[in-house]
Structure formats: C-alpha cells, structure tokens
Nanobody, 121 residues
Framework: QVQLVESGGGLVQSGGSLRLSCAAS????????MGWYRQAPGKERELVAR???????NYADSVKGRFTISRDNAKNTMYLQMNSLNPEDTAVYYC???????????????WGQGTLVTVSS
C-alpha cells in the first residue's frame, strides 16, 4: 500500500504563490500516473493537475498557466507550484495515486489526508 502525505498549505494573499508537496512511501514501485485534486467548501472534488501513465501532464482549464506539477523521483515527492493565486483557489488539496495493475494484481487507489490552501482577497 502507498501512503501519501501532503504539506505546504497555508494562508496566502491574492496574487501570491505557494508550493505544495506530496511525499509517497510504502509500495511506491511502478507509480506512473499521479496527480493533485482539490475540494472547496460545498463543491465536489476536482482534478487540478496530474501525470498520466503515458508521461504527459493534464491541467484543469482554471489553473493552466498558473500551476505547474512536477516530481522528484529520488525523493519520492510530487509538487504543485501555484502562482497568481486567487480566492477561487481556496480548497483542500489532495494527492492521489490511481489504482494500479501490476502483474495482473490490482493495487488500490490512494489519497492523502489533504492540505488546506486559503487565499485571501
């Protein structure tokens, strides 16, 4: 089982920047697809950015040009650099690893505990 721990959330003013981290541990082998999601109060969880299994990246239209997803395989850590933040970015941000099929055995989807990002106007 993979364990995911997010960090880096906090309070930032509109127009500011923040960098989130997601540290992975446990059964971290063969992880390709991995991404960031967020959930604002009263709204459903939505995709922010992710690495696909093919190695490309996907971004929500609302964050394109402002957010950048990256990862450091040596540190088993994924990052989300968030620039030009606005109050609409306020949410709990979650790290996610989709379920994996390894040697015909399915490993379950994993979510981190979340880190709160609050953007003040």
């Amino acid at each position: 089982q993979v364990q995911l721990v997010e960090s880096g959330g906090g309070l930032v003013q509109s127009g500011g920047s923040l960098r989130l981290s997601c540290a992975a541990s446990g059964s971290i082998f063969s992880i390709n697809a991995m991404g960031w999601y967020r959930q604002a109060p009263g709204k459903e969880r939505e995709l922010v950015a992710r690495f696909t299994s093919g190695g490309s990246t996907n971004y929500a239209d609302s964050v394109k040009g402002r957010f950048t997803i990256s990862r450091d395989n040596a540190k088993n850590t994924m990052y989300l650099q968030m620039n030009s933040l606005n109050p609409e970015d306020t949410a709990v941000y979650y790290c996610n690893v989709p379920k994996r099929n390894l040697a015909t055995v399915w490993y379950p989807e994993v979510w981190g505990q979340g880190t709160l990002v609050t953007v003040s106007s």
